[in-house]
């Protein structure tokens, strides 16, 4: 049943092309983006003016991914938080206000409870969410199911995936009501999307090289993830997954917050994972982090940058050099989790942890 795998999580990683496949599949129908449960009106979904995205752990950094999308296509103001902290703060909500839930169970209490703040103070709830039925999309105005089947593996890889592409659905939803897309260019977003399932195909072909050096870095003390834009919440859940597979100390951080304070833990020998934007999406923000990588390997660091296709820029500067296919600037992440993922997995394995079941962790979290 783990298809061979010694691990469940491993069998998920492997399965999410078919993840991000099933997630998309009948919801671009003639033409137009639809959602799972609709009980907004088109009205209601036009008048919104702000977007609040709640959600824990890894489904809190797919929200952080959605908010560069969503704000981009549909020009409302997305805030992301933490579904622990969200209604502590008194957050301001009202008929206009889009609270988007995320969670793979659908359990989770704090997204709950989010969820049941933002509903009192009129606001409406649309939810992402992998379990049919569970109470989160059951308390919500408007649901999209992400479809990977049950999630075995604690840590979440494919769900993760799939949420990341039903948040860029959400957002393509938002854009198609709001009119701030054309429909051609909802559609040819749409299609973007329909060909990211075979990138991470060819990708994963290629991750024996990754297993390899998770073996070689596997006794290092601590690693960091340094991204930018949409590869700052990926170098997030890069450190996530270490830590809670490896139980290694892992931090994750814009590389633009480098100089303010993180530097100073460079030192000889220490593994730093980069995320780097495509050179050609994202031109100026690829040399920004070039000079990073420079600055990091010219005081010891271990580089291991994950690169676009032919990034030839990247190599005198890279350790280790992980390819990623070449990919629309706002869905690379579906592209980039997929070696950090491999590398936390590998790297618990060769400490001789258990890969499915971390110490200390539940599936689903019911209680705050
Ligand atoms: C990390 C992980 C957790 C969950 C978090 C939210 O690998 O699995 O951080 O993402 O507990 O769970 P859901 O999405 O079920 O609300």
């Not at 009501?177 to 260019?185: F, S």
Request: with cysteine; hydrophobic share 45%.
């Amino acid at each position: 049943e783990k298809g061979g795998h010694d691990y469940f999580m491993l069998k998920e990683i492997e399965e999410q092309p078919a993840a991000v496949a099933d997630t998309l599949r009948g919801h671009f129908v003639d033409g137009r983006i639809v959602l799972d449960e609709q009980r907004l009106s088109d009205q209601e979904l036009r008048d919104i003016d702000k977007v609040f995205v709640v959600a824990c752990g890894s489904s809190y950094h797919s929200g952080l991914v959605a908010k560069y999308a969503i704000e981009h296509w549909t020009r409302l103001p997305v805030e992301v938080e933490l579904a622990s902290e969200f209604r502590y703060r008194d957050p301001v909500l009202d008929r206009s206000t889009l609270v988007v839930a995320i969670s793979q169970s659908g359990e989770t209490a704090d997204t709950l409870e989010a969820v049941r703040h933002a509903k009192d103070q009129k606001a409406r709830v649309l939810a992402v969410c992998n379990t049919n039925g569970a109470q989160i999309p059951r308390e919500a105005d408007a649901v999209l199911y992400t479809r990977t089947g049950p999630e075995i593996g604690v840590a979440s890889t494919k769900a993760f995936l799939a949420q990341m592409a039903a948040n860029l659905l959400v957002g393509l939803a938002l854009a198609q009501a709001r009119g701030t897309k054309y429909p051609d260019e909802v559609a040819r977003e749409y299609q973007d999307l329909e060909a990211m399932p075979a990138k991470i195909e060819q990708l994963l072909l290629g991750m024996g090289p990754v297993r390899e050096l998770a073996r070689e870095l596997a006794a290092s003390p601590a690693v960091l993830f340094l991204g930018r834009h949409v590869g700052y919440p990926v170098a997030l859940e890069g450190a996530l997954k270490l830590k809670e597979l490896a139980y290694m100390h892992a931090e994750g951080f814009a590389a633009g917050e480098l100089k303010h304070g993180p530097i100073a833990l460079i030192e000889d020998g220490l593994p730093v994972i980069v995320v780097m934007p495509s050179p050609k999406g994202r031109a100026v923000l690829h040399s920004k982090l070039l000079s990073n990588i420079r600055e990091i390997q010219a005081r010891g660091a271990v580089t291991v940058v994950i690169a676009e296709e032919g990034d030839e820029t990247v190599r005198p500067f890279a350790d280790h050099l992980v390819e990623i296919p070449a990919s629309p600037s706002l869905l690379q992440p579906l592209l980039s989790t997929v070696p950090l993922q491999v590398f936390a997995a590998e790297v618990a394995q060769t400490r001789g942890y258990d890969v499915d079941k971390p110490r200390n962790l539940a599936k689903s979290v019911t209680v705050e």
